[in-house]
């Protein structure tokens, strides 16, 4: 079955840096990979998305990028804002069948 | 995601108890969901299905058990064999034709 890791496992960075989140899949079956971001004691929320037929994604301040080839995608978050402080997860899936990484937790210091 | 909840926020069970958890969604999604998460790891997959009467295990299903008599509802059921329950639980749901999924603001459980 599919298999995802994330690293790293926390990051602190400076307000206004950025901040980059890789994960690695196994099954090249996969086409879906989802971004979810959650804050303590409350539900993942969906921040953005890709497909297998595309290279990279961006929505405003976040973007990812898919490597089909090597089978890895990464999460940019630039200039980065105290409220970006949470949990963030990948996930890879095909068709029901959905993975997720353990999480990297971002620290996002003012 | 506003269109999933899930009762109760909070569940205490004591030992050799089974307690049933509640997830219902209004989205008409035909998919749902159960996950698992404990600390510093990911969500993992307890059951799903994608039709009304239908249901698959996922990765972690002993223990727990399902029905999907509507679409709008999946409860789960913690059982007592169930050794290790205290978790998060999370449920989700996809509309069929995608592939993205839509979580419930989640239920704690913890075992006395």
């Known amino acids: 079955g599919e298999n995802v890791e994330q690293h790293p496992s926390t990051l602190s960075v400076q307000e206004g840096d950025s901040a980059v989140i890789k994960c690695t899949y196994s099954?090249?079956?996969?086409?879906?990979f989802p971004w979810y971001k959650q804050e303590l004691g409350k539900r993942p929320q969906l921040i953005i998305d890709?497909?297998?037929?595309?290279g990279e994604k961006k929505d405003q301040r976040i973007a990812v990028t898919l490597n089909k080839t090597a089978k890895h995608f990464s999460l940019h978050i630039t200039e980065t804002q105290p409220e970006d402080s949470a949990v963030y997860f990948c996930?890879?899936?095909?068709?029901?069948?959905?993975?997720f990484g353990a999480g990297t937790r971002l620290t996002v210091k003012p | 995601d506003g269109g999933i909840t899930q009762s109760p926020k909070y569940l205490f069970r004591k030992e050799g108890q089974n307690v049933t958890l509640s997830c219902e969604q209004n989205?008409?999604?035909?998919?749902m969901y159960w996950y698992r998460q404990d600390p510093g790891q990911g969500l993992r997959l307890i059951y799903y299905?994608?039709?009304?009467?239908?249901?698959q295990k996922g990765d972690i299903a002993e223990g727990y058990s399902v029905s999907r008599e509507k679409k709008e509802s999946f409860p789960l059921t913690v059982t007592s064999a169930q050794k290790n329950p205290t978790a998060f639980y999370l449920c989700?749901?996809?509309?069929?034709?995608?592939?993205?999924?839509?979580f419930g603001p989640g239920t704690r459980l913890t075992v006395l």
């Open positions: 996930a890879a899936s095909w068709g029901h069948d959905m993975r």
């Open positions: 099954d090249s079956a996969s086409n879906y």
């Open positions: 890709i497909r297998s037929n595309v």
């Open positions: 989205l008409n999604h035909d998919a």
């Open positions: 299905s994608q039709i009304v009467n239908d249901f």
């Open positions: 989700a749901s996809n509309a069929g034709y995608t592939d993205t999924q839509y």
